[in-house]
């Protein structure tokens, strides 16, 4: 089993639709979780982080976290052209630096 | 630019040959790391550095990769004998301990011909 599991479509939606993409985590440890967003042949950028269950909002972007079933995700609202990227999802065990575990990343297409 | 900085953006080399990567993290960060990313996969933590000491490798760091932070500023990331299957993006990045995620630079590209 993959420690960091993300389906990695494509996930294609109609711009203006609602993205979700999902990932599941397999330590049980994992205290902080990551969505970054990543272009083609570039580097990965932060879009959101969570920590605690339950949701977190910022703008368009909705991160939900369930401890209990090992699971998050990420929603991304009113979807943009220009949010067709790779987003990978990554954790964090307690240990004090920030040494993540990415999964291998779902590509989202935003479909004009 | 405040960010992190590597050099070079890409690098192509013959196997066989040994290359050097440099990263500048951003001034007041004393953590570094080393992640490397092939396609289709999420990046891969290598290595860390706090200030000049590394305190972690990976198993992926094989002996033929060799890392250093010896000022505890930049890092280099040299890889003897480079094999086709080292063709990657390898990524740096740094954070103080008070940052909730550590800033990622835009990469080295890695082709092995």
């Known amino acids: 089993q993959k420690e960091v599991e993300q389906n990695s479509g494509p996930l294609s939606v109609p711009e203006g639709a609602i993205a979700s993409l999902n990932c599941t985590y397999s330590?049980?440890?994992?205290?902080?979780f990551f969505w970054y967003r990543q272009y083609s042949g570039k580097s990965p950028e932060l879009i959101m982080f969570?920590?605690?269950?339950g949701d977190k909002e910022d703008g368009r972007f909705t991160a939900q976290l369930n401890k209990a079933s090992q699971y998050v995700s990420l929603l991304i609202r009113d979807s943009q052209p220009s949010d067709s990227a790779t987003y990978l999802c990554?954790?964090?065990?307690?240990?004090?630096?920030?040494?993540?575990?990415f999964g291998t990343g779902t590509k989202l297409q935003v479909i004009p | 630019d405040t960010g992190v900085s590597q050099n070079p953006r890409h690098k192509i080399t013959k196997r066989g040959q040994n290359v050097t990567f440099r990263c500048d993290p951003i001034?007041?960060?004393?953590?570094l790391y080393w992640y490397r990313q092939t396609l289709g996969q999420g990046p891969e933590f290598l290595t860390y550095?706090?200030?000049?000491?590394?305190?972690?490798k990976s198993r992926l760091l094989s002996d033929r990769f060799s890392a250093e932070r010896p000022k505890g500023s930049f890092s280099t990331l040299e890889i003897q004998r480079t094999e086709q299957g080292d063709s990657a993006m390898y990524l740096c990045?740094?954070?103080?301990?008070?940052?909730?995620?550590?800033?990622f630079g835009q990469g080295t590209r890695l082709t092995v011909v």
């Open positions: 990045a740094s954070d103080r301990v008070t940052d909730t995620e550590a800033f």
């Open positions: 990554a954790v964090n065990r307690p240990g004090g630096y920030q040494k993540v575990t």
């Open positions: 550095f706090q200030n000049e000491a590394q305190l972690e």
């Open positions: 969570i920590y605690s269950n």
């Open positions: 330590d049980r440890g994992s205290q902080s």
């Open positions: 001034s007041e960060h004393n953590r």
